[in-house]
């Protein structure tokens, strides 16, 4: 089964960027459809931000024109570009299958905005 390795978080100001990667153990290929998950304490783990293998992307309505997602089949990597973060952003960050699957979910890496 694959596993996926999530890297990039860390402690960042309000209106300030972060670069999430994902970087899976095998190909990535043969999985249709990719995206970044998040869970902030108390709430439940949500979709932000998917891809197709054909690059077609579809986003939460709270990141849309702040968040890109990218892929490249060819690494098994799958990119989370974040701009002008807000707090309410604060998470920890997974990448999964979509509809996500219950073994594949790694460690995830923390994003936490704050002044």
């Known amino acids: 089964q694959v596993h996926f390795v999530e890297s990039g978080g860390g402690l960042v100001q309000p209106g300030g960027s972060l670069r999430l990667s994902c970087t899976a153990s095998e190909t990535i290929f043969d999985i249709w459809r990719m995206g970044w998950y998040r869970q902030a304490p108390g709430k439940q783990r949500e979709a932000v931000a998917t891809?197709?293998?054909?690059?077609?992307?579809n986003y939460a309505g709270s990141v849309k024109g702040r968040f890109t997602i990218s892929r490249d089949n060819a690494k098994n990597t799958v990119n989370l570009q974040m701009n002008n973060l807000k707090p309410e952003d604060t998470a920890v960050y997974y990448c999964n299958d979509v509809p996500y699957r219950d073994d594949y979910w790694g460690q995830g890496t923390q994003v936490t905005v704050s002044s």
């Open positions: 891809i197709t293998r054909g690059g077609s992307t």
